[in-house]
């Protein structure tokens, strides 16, 4: 069985900062991308930011150079570095990995967890 676990949401005001975590576990032979979603309340889920197992990023325009995505494969965890947060982040964070275990090829999500960012 495959989880992904999350951690490091939390309250912060307009302008600090956060790290976000997430690992995966469980019969893994290859993790492939590895990204952040999130979603706003009354809100559809959208992308934040996209790494590849070759560590290449892609971001959203609305975090680009605030939010750095980055991997340590060894430790099969994805991080997201969340710096000059502002109002407009507050959201809950999901991983997501395209994971291949001894299973299935396909992709994951994680439980979640809450940003709130006030002014």
């Known amino acids: 069985q495959v989880q992904l676990v999350e951690s490091g949401g939390g309250l912060v005001q307009a302008g600090g900062s956060l790290r976000l975590s997430c690992a995966a576990s469980?019969?893994?032979?290859?993790?492939?991308?590895m990204a952040w979603f999130r979603q706003a309340p009354g809100k559809q889920r959208e992308s934040v930011a996209t790494?590849?197992?070759?560590?290449?990023?892609y971001y959203a325009d609305s975090v680009k150079a605030r939010f750095p995505i980055s991997r340590d494969n060894a430790k099969r965890t994805v991080y997201l570095q969340m710096n000059g947060l502002k109002p407009e982040d507050t959201a809950v964070y999901y991983c997501?990995?395209?994971?291949?275990?001894?299973?299935?090829?396909?992709?994951?999500w994680g439980q979640g967890t809450q940003v709130t960012v006030s002014s």
């Open positions: 469980g019969s893994i032979l290859r993790i492939n991308a």
């Open positions: 790494i590849t197992s070759s560590g290449r990023t």
């Open positions: 997501n990995a395209d994971i291949i275990s001894t299973a299935t090829n396909r992709g994951y």
